[in-house]
Structure formats: structure tokens, C-alpha cells
């Protein structure tokens, strides 16, 4: 065919991009910071500019500080929380290694696929969908099957269940253990003490209590992880989550100045995040920490005043996402219709074992305040008013 009987295809027909105005309050993305939005459209630098290193080493440092931690292999990577959790996986296991890992909800499976993926023997220890592991519990894993490395998830986002954390790291330390933690729900919204916790590798996600839009992923390496990486036998067989070659551009060959070429970062992403990162700085961990528990308190008590119960024991409930019960006879996809279609407001539905007994509600970060929290209660009460559930107004 000549090129002058060639028929191209025209291009599509759309209207300008103009995407709804949603009010975020599932489990993630929440919406961003009106400040980090405008970080996003900063005049763009090259990723080996001084200028950018420096916008990337003050954003290590701030990562530091909300996970409370001196690591100095603390860095964003780019990608999204599961590149994070892949990058640890990959890095600190080897073929036919061990990985034990609590599975009590959607991310602890993930986190043991990805560990089959890089051939490591994974031995998942499970207990019911929202509930959390004890001591005791964990202590005799590690004692029956000396792993190599352990994963827990610390704030399940399928769940809303929080994994305590105190004495976990010691446990993992009298059985030469590495201690891995997915604090992707957890990160600047309730506590997080990477040191004092004796955690050895963490990663977490930006599109949560962060409130950054998703494409950057925060990990940190201590100093077991790191020793680790170095002693490995075999490649890391990714070379874009190769934790070695990220080192040799983030923080300079052997420790020093000089940055080696490894990927191209996502230069705009690397400035929303670092503004994510000052404002929870600038607000302080301790308050914010507390503003997500305050918001939190009124919500599940207006849940009670709707006839709604979470499903996690308050003991163990995240502040920042919380699942709700549905009722009997409620259908849970419809109300999630009318609370988007209707409303604007987005809340998720159940994943794996709680596809379609739960939503999932999150009060993330900047979303965590009170004219959201009353603005979806009051939603929630109109949706559960046109199913039947309700009769009269409480809101």
C-alpha cells in the first residue's frame, strides 16, 4: 500500500478534561492538600539539577521525621505504595528464603504474592479478617519457622484494624529476624515509631493520611536491612527497585556527593510530596495525630446514631479509615451509587472476605475535619433513608 492510499485514523472526539468535584472519603486517594496541588505546577528542574537534590534530600529528611527514624536510607520511590512493598520484598529476600507474614487482610496476601514472586518460601500465618496478631501469636511463628524476614501490616486497609507494634521488633531480634512494616494507612495519621519499634524496613503510600495524589511511595532501610542489601548473594532481580542502584542516586556513591544516573524521577511528584511532607511538619505529628482520633470519635458516634456499627473492636480501630457494617437487607453497592451520583462523596466497598458485608471510610489527612465528617454523616443518613434503612432525619 502506497503511502498516499493510507487512511489515518482521525483523532477522537473529547470534550477539554473536567473532572468531577468529588469529596474523597474512601480508602484512598484522599483529596490532596489545596497547597500540595499547587506544588504539583512548580516550574520543572532536571532530576540531576542541585537544585532538585537538594528538594529531594530535605524531603528525606522529612520523612525522617514522621516516621520518627534516623535511617539515613529514607527516601521516596517512584511509584506507588505497591512498588514500595515489591522494592522491600525483592531487596531483603532471596530464592528459598523464608517470609512469614500476617495475613489478616487484603495487603498481608499481597505482600505474601509478591514474596512468591521472587521465590522466597512464604509461610502466612492467619487470623480473621479485622482482627490483629498477638505477642504470643507472633512468637510462636517465628520460633517454629526462623524466617528470615517478618511482615505485618500495620494499619490494614481492608480491615480498618491497627497491628499493635510494641515488643514485635524485640521478638524479631532474638530470632535474627528482619522485621518489615506496610504502614501505607498509618503514615503521619496515627502513630508510627520506626526506631523505637526496632522495625528494620518500612514503606508506606502518599495518596492517604499524607493527602498527595498517588505516584510516589516512601521506604526506609535501617541498618539490619541495609547490611542485608549489601551481603546479598544474588542480583535483586528488579533493576528499577534495585534498593543498591535507587542508594547510588539518592544519596551519592558510597555515601558521597556524586548521584549516578539510575531512572528519571517524577520531578513534580517529588514536589508534592515534599510539600505533603512540610505541612504535616509544620502541624506537628502529635496534633495531627490527635485531630485524626478527634475526627474519628464524632464519626463512629454518629454512626451509632445512625443504627451503624464498625467492624473492628475500638481497641484495634484506625483513625483514619474505618470499616462500617452493612446492615441486613441494605444493599452496599447502592448506597455507594448514591452517595456518588447523588452527592459527590466517594466510600469504598469491602475487598477479598469483606466484598459486600462492609464500606470503607476514610478520614484521611486533610479530609480528617469536621464540616467533612458532618457533610458525610448527613449523606450517609439521606442514602440510608431512600434504602429503607431509616426513617427520620438525625443530622
Not at 285 to 306: D, I, P, S, T, Y
Amino acid at each position: 500500500m502506497s503511502l498516499e492510499t493510507f487512511v489515518y485514523p482521525k483523532p477522537p472526539s473529547f470534550s477539554p478534561l473536567d473532572p468531577p468535584p468529588r469529596l474523597l472519603c474512601g480508602p484512598g486517594p484522599c483529596n490532596p492538600h489545596p497547597r500540595v496541588l499547587q506544588a504539583l505546577s512548580a516550574t520543572e528542574l532536571g532530576h540531576l539539577d542541585p537544585s532538585f537534590l537538594k528538594i529531594m534530600d530535605e524531603t528525606k529528611e522529612l520523612l525522617k521525621y514522621v516516621w520518627q527514624t534516623k535511617n539515613e536510607f529514607t527516601i521516596p520511590v517512584s511509584g506507588t505504595g505497591t512498588a514500595a512493598m515489591e522494592a522491600c520484598v525483592f531487596n531483603l529476600l532471596e530464592p528459598g528464603e523464608k517470609l512469614l507474614v500476617g495475613c489478616n487482610g487484603y495487603f498481608g496476601q499481597r505482600l505474601g504474592q509478591i514474596g512468591e514472586r521472587c521465590a522466597a518460601t512464604v509461610i502466612r500465618m492467619e487470623k480473621p479478617w479485622g482482627t490483629v496478631f498477638s505477642l504470643e501469636d507472633i512468637a510462636e511463628q517465628l520460633e517454629r519457622h526462623r524466617p528470615q524476614v517478618l511482615a505485618l501490616v500495620h494499619a490494614e486497609t481492608s480491615t480498618g484494624a491497627c497491628q499493635p507494634m510494641q515488643g514485635v521488633g524485640d521478638l524479631c531480634r532474638k530470632y535474627n529476624c528482619l522485621l518489615l512494616l506496610d504502614t501505607v494507612t498509618s503514615i503521619s495519621g496515627i502513630p508510627v515509631y520506626i526506631d523505637n519499634w526496632k522495625v528494620d524496613a518500612a514503606y508506606a503510600g502518599t495518596q492517604k493520611c499524607l493527602s498527595c495524589p498517588p505516584g510516589m511511595a516512601p521506604l526506609t532501610f535501617g541498618p539490619r536491612a541495609m547490611e542485608k542489601l549489601k551481603n546479598r548473594k544474588t542480583r535483586v532481580p528488579s533493576y528499577y527497585l534495585d534498593m543498591s542502584l535507587v542508594a547510588s542516586y539518592l544519596l551519592g556513591e558510597n555515601g558521597g556527593s556524586k548521584r549516578s544516573y539510575h531512572h528519571t524521577a517524577p520531578i513534580n511528584m517529588c514536589y508534592a510530596v515534599r510539600e505533603a511532607l512540610y505541612i504535616a511538619a509544620e502541624e506537628g505529628l502529635e496534633r495531627r495525630w490527635e485531630r485524626h482520633r478527634e475526627n474519628a470519635e464524632v464519626f463512629w458516634n454518629g454512626l451509632k446514631q445512625l443504627g451503624l456499627e464498625p467492624l473492628v473492636e475500638k481497641e484495634h480501630r484506625l483513625t483514619s479509615l474505618t470499616t462500617v457494617k452493612i446492615p441486613q437487607g441494605v444493599d452496599g453497592k447502592e448506597v455507594i451509587s448514591i452517595l456518588l451520583n447523588e452527592y459527590n462523596i466517594e466510600v469504598g466497598g469491602g475487598l477479598g472476605e469483606l466484598a459486600g458485608k462492609v464500606w470503607r471510610v476514610g478520614l484521611m489527612g486533610y479530609n480528617s475535619r469536621p464540616d467533612v465528617v458532618l457533610t458525610l454523616l448527613a449523606a450517609f443518613e439521606n442514602a440510608l433513608k431512600k434504602v429503607g434503612y431509616i426513617k427520620s432525619n438525625r443530622f
